[in-house]
C-alpha cells in the first residue's frame, strides 16, 4: 500500500512539473524575456528559437521576436561566435574542429565559423597544444614509447586540434 501511495505521489509530481512548462506567455511577456535571456549571455539565434518555443510561443511570433531583437542588436550572431570561439579557445583549450561542430550544432551559417576561427592566433593556437601535452605527458603512465606517443596524440585529437599542428608542436619540442 505504502509503494502505492509513494507511486501515486511521484506521478502527480510529474503531471504538476508539465503543467507548469505548457504555459504559454503572451507576446510581451516572451519579448521581454528573451531580452533578458540575451543579455545575460550571448546566444546564437537557434538557442533563441528553442527557448521561445519552450515558453510556448507558435512559429510565427517565434520568427517576428528574433528579428526585433537582431534588429535592437540583443541578438548577434557574429557577436555570439566570436565570444564562443573566443572562450572555447581560451578558457576550455578547444580545437578548432572542435569549435567548429560546437558551432554546427548551433546552425551558425558556415562562413561565419571560418571568419571567428581565423581570429585564432597561430602562435596562441600552437602554444596551447604544447602545454596541453605537456600537461597530459606528465600523468601518462606508459613504459612503452609509442603507446604514449599514441595516447598523447590521441588526447589532443579529442581536444578538436588538427593533427598535422599536433605533430608540428610535438616533433618541434621533442614529445614525439
Known sequence: MEFLFA?????IAEVEETDKKKIRLDRKTA????????AYQERSQQELRNKL?????W???????????????????????????????????????????GLKLKNVPDKMI???????????????ILMLAE????????????????????????RGFENDSIIEVLKANGLY
Open 31 to 38: 519579448l521581454a524575456k528573451a531580452e533578458h535571456y540575451c
Open 114 to 128: 571560418s571568419n571567428a576561427l581565423k581570429g585564432i592566433d597561430y602562435d596562441e593556437y600552437l602554444a596551447t
Open 53 to 57: 518555443y519552450e515558453w510556448g510561443q
Open 7 to 11: 507511486y501515486l505521489l511521484c506521478n
Open 59 to 101: 512559429s510565427d511570433d517565434v520568427e517576428e521576436i528574433i528579428s526585433e531583437l537582431i534588429q535592437t542588436n540583443f541578438l548577434n550572431e557574429e557577436r555570439f561566435t566570436q565570444a564562443y570561439v573566443s572562450g572555447k579557445f581560451k578558457m576550455k583549450h578547444w580545437g578548432k574542429i572542435k569549435i567548429r561542430q
Open 135 to 158: 600537461k597530459k605527458a606528465g600523468t601518462i603512465v606508459e613504459k612503452d614509447a609509442y603507446k604514449k606517443r599514441y595516447k598523447l596524440v590521441s588526447y589532443l585529437l579529442g
